[in-house]
T-cell receptor, first 111, second 113 residues
Framework: QQPVQSPQAVILREGEDAVINCSSS?????VHWYRQKHGEAPVFLMILLKGGEQKGHEKISASFNEKKQQSSLYLTASQLSYSGTYFC????????????FGQGTTLQVKP | NAGVTQTPKFQVLKTGQSMTLQCAQD?????MSWYRQDPGMGLRLIHYSVGAGITDQGEVPNGYNVSRSTTEDFPLRLLSAAPSQTSVYFC????????????FGPGTRLTVT
């Protein structure tokens, strides 16, 4: 079953912050985050494992609440390059190879 | 390394025709997967494989077949194309480990008329 992402779309000005949420009705082992630019393939951002820590690089970070089966992606001081569609992918067990993605959140950053 | 390659990049089929989408990777990845992407639907898993000789169904397997005879290749077969299979198809691969990163191919845009 696909995880549910919210919001579906968000428009920001450069420098503003955004949060993208991902939730599942099933217990999760890991949550993966990817970004896709228009006409390109998705690119890996980060993975959060059950029992792991909050992760991040530069101004993009994420958290994983195992009890609520929810993850959030935080984009701070957004840049034009952050524009794209963000997908969360969820895995219910360790090393299953079965990654199920949400429907995506489109982020547009304007000057 | 070429990474994950997919052929063809574009394809137009008539309803009822069959074809095979090719996917190859040169990173010695154990995991390989096929996804389809439709507007508003995100990436939906069609079939996946955790190693040569092992395949399993994803969310939307109907109308598609796969096999994995080698570590490098994971072809996707459309048995009898239907307009509902018009989509962009992505192949992905990764190592088998807890914190794996999936590498996606450039995609194949398929139109069925």
């Amino acid at each position: 079953q696909q995880p549910v992402q919210s919001p579906q779309a968000v428009i920001l000005r450069e420098g503003e912050d955004a949060v993208i949420n991902c939730s599942s009705s099933k217990a999760l082992y890991s949550v993966h985050w990817y970004r896709q630019k228009h006409g390109e393939a998705p690119v890996f951002l980060m993975i959060l494992l059950k029992g792991g820590e909050q992760k991040g690089h530069e101004k993009i970070s994420a958290s994983f609440n195992e009890k609520k089966q929810q993850s959030s992606l935080y984009l701070t001081a957004s840049q034009l390059s952050y524009s794209g569609t963000y997908f969360c992918g969820t895995e219910r067990g360790s090393n299953t190879g079965k990654l199920i993605f949400g429907q995506g959140t489109t982020l547009q950053v304007k000057p | 390394n070429a990474g994950v390659t997919q052929t063809p990049k574009f394809q137009v089929l008539k309803t009822g025709q069959s074809m095979t989408l090719q996917c190859a990777q040169d990173m010695n990845h154990e995991y390989m997967s096929w996804y389809r992407q439709d507007p508003g639907m995100g990436l939906r898993l069609i079939h996946y494989s955790v190693g040569a000789g092992i395949t399993d169904q994803g969310e939307v397997p109907n109308g598609y077949n796969v096999s994995r005879s080698t570590t490098e290749d994971f072809p996707l077969r459309l048995l009898s194309a239907a307009p509902s299979q018009t989509s962009v198809y992505f192949c992905a691969s990764s190592y088998v480990r807890q914190d794996y990163e999936q590498y996606f191919g450039p995609g194949t845009r398929l139109t069925v008329t």
